[in-house]
């Protein structure tokens, strides 16, 4: 649980600055900022603590990933630019244009059908993410001249070449200051919404102010619930025909994000159940109480029952699934809510936090594999 809020206000107020005084001539800075609030989350440790080392390459592929979301065309305007130059998302327009992809294609499936291609751009983008934005975040003022590393050391100097990003033994590491992992688990709820906010007036204003903010903020931030439509029967088949929630077996149904897209935008299958529409209406961006996260907790297993029919499902889908991330990232928003947080228990009913009896549901015991970053570009 959080210790001490003070230092974390003062840690989001620094978070704040950087967006307010920082040089942000391209959209890097914002999608890195993100990522490496993901990141953090998704490598809680089993207690509940924060790593205390992110990765440079997995930061940049994370980046990628972004940037490959928001490529898609904005109606009539085509892909928004981010920057004056020919930026990745015109990259990433070009690169779907040339392999015939259609719009909604996702990373994964474009990656299981064209792996050169893309990887061969993921490269470009992890090479760039490593070289400028993660050396230059922590610069304050329009012209950077003032440095105040108060969320990571860097394990390479400034100024390497990309030959050396791309050799085996590049030491791709990011330090986290003391303290600095814990503090972004307490505030990341806070400083993800500014930061998109912020990114999405960089993109307005790139793009001559001639976009609708709330249309736009779906497009570079809201989950693509047309992409998940194909998921719903099988999950919904896992859970006998029943609501994750309520249990009632009559819909409409709709797929929901068990830890809510805006806390953390989570897509993968392990996050995913099926609802009543009331039920995930009436949940909307609040954490489910203690008993359906027990439910879903043992769900992540690959021991249980669920967990192995999860899996086939993801298979026979082609949906990704990193439950060791997924649970990383349950550990994070869970066990960072203060005592007597209020939990969504059922529609229109809420619960108090119990901290002893969620430490129980949380077992480390219970099984859930880590799994070590896979970095296509050296070692892990």
Not at 24 to 45: G, H, N, P, R
Not at 172 to 186: I, Q, T, V, Y
Not at 349 to 374: F, K, M, S, Y
Request: glycine share 8%.
């Amino acid at each position: 649980m959080g210790d001490d809020p003070g230092s974390s206000i003062a840690f989001a107020e620094k978070v704040l600055s950087l967006l307010d005084t920082g040089s942000f001539t391209t959209s890097y800075k914002y999608a890195l900022l993100l990522s490496i609030v993901d990141a953090t989350l998704e490598s809680t440790e089993p207690d509940g603590s924060a790593p205390d080392v992110l990765r440079g390459r997995d930061l940049g592929r994370r980046v990628f990933a972004r940037y490959w979301h928001q490529a898609r065309p904005f109606g009539a305007a085509g892909p928004l630019r981010q920057s004056t130059q020919r930026d990745v998302v015109v990259k990433i327009a070009e690169l779907r244009a040339e392999l015939a992809l259609p719009e909604h294609t996702s990373l994964d499936a474009a990656r299981s059908l064209h792996p050169t291609a893309i990887e061969r751009l993921e490269r470009e983008v992890v090479v760039t993410v490593v070289r400028y934005p993660i050396p230059l975040l922590q610069r304050f003022g329009s012209a950077g001249t003032v440095e105040d590393r108060f969320i990571y050391d860097l394990g390479w100097r400034d100024g390497i070449g990309a030959g050396q990003v791309n050799r085996a033994d590049f030491d791709d590491r990011l330090h986290l200051r003391p303290g600095a992992g814990e503090r972004l688990l307490e505030v990341a709820g806070l400083v993800r919404p500014v930061v998109e906010r912020e990114w999405l007036r960089h993109v307005a204003r790139r793009n001559d102010d001639q976009v609708d903010d709330l249309r736009l903020e779906s497009f570079l931030f809201g989950a693509t619930r047309t992409a998940l439509v194909h998921l719903r029967d099988p999950l919904l088949g896992l859970q006998l025909g029943r609501c994750f929630y309520c249990r009632g077996d009559r819909g409409p149904w709709e797929v929901n994000h068990f830890l809510p897209w805006a806390r953390w935008p989570d897509d993968r299958l392990d996050n995913l159940v099926v609802a009543h529409r009331a039920c995930n209406n009436d949940k909307r961006a609040a954490l489910a109480g203690l008993d359906h996260l027990e439910r879903w907790w043992t769900r992540l297993s690959g021991t249980s029952v669920a967990g192995r029919r999860l899996a086939d499902i993801g298979a026979r889908a082609s949906w990704p699934r990193r439950p060791e991330r997924t649970a990383s990232g349950a550990r994070a928003l869970y066990l960072h809510q203060p005592d007597g947080a209020m939990l969504w228990a059922g529609r229109g009913e809420v619960e108090r936090l119990d901290a002893r009896r969620l430490q129980a549901v949380l077992d480390p015991a219970l099984g859930i594999a880590a799994e070590a970053p896979r970095d296509r570009y050296g070692a892990s």
